[in-house]
T-cell receptor
Framework: DSGVTQTPKHLITATGQRVTLRCSPR?????VYWYQQSLDQGLQFLIQ???????AKGNILERFSAQQFPDLHSELNLSSLELGDSALYFC???????????????FGAGSRLTVL | AQTVTQSQPEMSVQEAETVTLSCTYD???????LFWYKQPPSRQMILVIR??????QNATENRFSVNFQKAAKSFSLKISDSQLGDTAMYFC??????????????FGKGTLLTVNP
């Protein structure tokens, strides 16, 4: 157990629908990162939050949004789903600024999304 | 922008033997971190080893070691005494040490390693 909790583990939905993926970071970690892993694109960085604020944005579609709440858990919202959104979505967390722990991302087990 | 290249999509090795996975990267940064993550069939991403670019000494973690060649921008992973449990996808990753709180990783496409009995 990495300490990063993601729910749900598996999700099957239809095109056009909306889903929410949830992530609880390791205790004490302030940063949360979302990655998408698909067969053709590999691991793609989506977005990062640090202590509730957006810090970096990657290849995140406009149909996707995320936020980090005061208790530091994060949610990734995917709307108007398309077949191509089927992927494994990872959340990772890292420690507060400074210190060697800040350099390492710890990943959750992922949420597998299947869009039919 | 940084790029990470893993030129070996698949590799195989016999149990107890040694295997080396290759990784090259491109960056204009001088200070950065490099990582190897493994992803076994369970799909969990697990940190294997990391290297700070300002350290000349190659990192070692038990059976795992790296050959870091900063000038060549090369970062290979050597697995000694390979075990069946080492079967996994291995990802090389890069992160610039630009300060602040952004520790976003850029990953390579991965190398699928199969350890045969």
């Amino acid at each position: 157990d990495s300490g990063v909790t993601q729910t749900p583990k598996h999700l099957i939905t239809a095109t056009g629908q909306r889903v929410t993926l949830r992530c609880s970071p390791r205790s004490g970690d302030l940063s949360v990162y979302w990655y998408q892993q698909s067969l053709d694109q590999g691991l793609q960085f989506l977005i990062q939050y640090y202590n509730g604020e957006e810090r970096a944005k990657g290849n995140i579609l406009e149909r996707f949004s995320a936020q980090q709440f005061p208790d530091l858990h994060s949610e990734l919202n995917l709307s108007s789903l398309e077949l191509g959104d089927s992927a494994l979505y990872f959340c990772a967390s890292s420690a507060a600024r400074g210190g060697t722990g800040a350099n390492v991302l710890t990943f959750g087990a992922g949420s597998r999304l299947t869009v039919l | 922008a940084q790029t990470v290249t893993q030129s070996q999509p698949e590799m195989s090795v016999q149990e107890a033997e040694t295997v080396t996975l290759s990784c090259t990267y491109d960056t204009s940064e001088n200070n950065y971190y490099l990582f190897w993550y493994k992803q076994p069939p369970s799909r969990q991403m697990i940190l294997v080893i990391r290297q700070e670019a300002y350290k000349q000494q190659n990192a070692t973690e038990n059976r795992f070691s790296v050959n870091f060649q900063k000038a060549a921008k090369s970062f290979s992973l050597k697995i000694s005494d390979s075990q069946l449990g080492d079967t996994a996808m291995y990802f090389c990753a890069f992160r610039p040490n630009s300060g602040g709180s952004n520790y976003k990783l850029t990953f390579g496409k991965g190398t699928l390693l199969t350890v045969n009995p």
